[in-house]
């Protein structure tokens, strides 16, 4: 069984920056893809970032490129999301999420993902 947790979300000026991280436990996380996707009060999840299960490749949704970046260590089963330049609008529970085994693509949509964490609460004051 594969299990995320979510950890670093917080309360941050705008312009300011997070880091939050999932720690993902199971024997097979080298081998997902993770992604991260974010759900803001009474709207629907979105798709945030992703990144492959070898880390060499990254996606972004517009809103985000630009002044966020993941990044994972295998070795420590962990997966974070660099968050930069944040907006109010970036406010929301994020979560993360592995792929379905050695899933490459495509990576923005939930049905791709197996596993979900609880998600993590990011607030951005003006």
């Known amino acids: 069984q594969v299990q995320l947790v979510e950890s670093g979300g917080g309360l941050v000026q705008a312009g300011g920056s997070l880091r939050p991280s999932c720690v993902v436990s199971?024997?097979?996380?080298?081998?997902?893809?993770m992604g991260w996707f974010r759900q803001a009060p009474g709207k629907e999840r979105e798709f945030v970032a992703a990144?492959?299960?070898?880390?060499?490749?990254?996606s972004y949704a517009d809103s985000v490129k630009g002044r966020f970046t993941s990044s994972r260590d295998n070795a420590k089963n962990t997966v974070y999301l660099q968050m930069n330049s944040l907006k109010p609008e970036d406010t929301a529970v994020y979560s993360c999420?592995?792929?379905?085994?050695?899933?490459?693509?495509?990576?923005?949509?939930?049905?791709?993902?197996?596993?979900w964490g609880q998600g993590t609460q990011v607030t951005v004051s003006s």
């Open positions: 999420a592995a792929a379905r085994y050695r899933l490459s693509y495509p990576l923005d949509l939930q049905a791709s993902y197996a596993y």
């Open positions: 199971g024997p097979t996380f080298s081998d997902r893809a």
């Open positions: 990144i492959t299960w070898s880390g060499g490749s990254t």
